[in-house]
């Protein structure tokens, strides 16, 4: 016999997987290679986030960077912005830039000002790319369990980003103590 569920009948959630803890770095390496296609760079950030957290393991909305404060992705894109000097796809972003801001340049334009132009733009390219890696690799250590992320700022704390809120990223203790001097 066939049986209709009513609308109010009431549904049970699915279970949420079971995390197991992390006890040491190889399993924290086990753990980032299931869940990420580029590892290497994921346990990069989780060990910038690690040494930089507070004593509650919280990193942000804003980090101290020299003689300001920055939101923390952008402070993670800027630490790891040399790893990439010398990739091919770079230097062909910032022969393209170049290219570009050449073909628009009026006569009356000086060397300094292009020159200048040019290097705000290269910042401003490598910024907003190294701000979707950084945020793609967090995804994946929020995947694997490693991390809990949240955003925080105008208004209020909210679980969603928009209004003026930056991103805080809480590493897991477990974890913490699993990168302590192993790293």
């Known amino acids: 016999m066939f049986h209709q569920t009513d609308l109010f009948d009431p549904i049970e959630p699915a279970p949420r997987a079971v995390v197991p803890p992390v006890v040491a770095l190889p399993d924290l390496v086990e753990r980032v290679s299931q869940v990420s296609k580029r590892p290497r760079y994921v346990l990069l950030i989780l060990n910038l986030i690690a040494k930089a957290a507070g004593e509650n393991g919280n990193l942000g909305p804003y980090v101290r960077s020299e003689a300001e404060q920055v939101p923390v992705r952008d402070w993670l894109c800027q630490a790891l912005a040399p790893l990439a000097n010398r990739d091919c796809r770079r230097t062909a972003m910032i022969a393209s830039v170049r290219s570009e801001l050449m073909a628009k340049a009026d006569v009356s334009e000086t060397e300094g000002d292009l020159a200048q132009q040019q290097d705000e733009e290269i910042e401003a390219r490598i910024l907003r790319s190294g701000r979707t890696n950084v945020s793609r690799a967090v995804s994946d250590l929020v995947r694997a369990g490693l991390l ?36």
């Open 148 to 183: 809990h992320r949240h955003y925080q700022g105008y208004r209020v704390d909210h679980p969603n980003r928009g209004a003026q809120r930056e991103a805080v990223y809480t590493i897991a203790p477990d974890v913490r103590l699993a990168l302590a001097g192993n790293f």
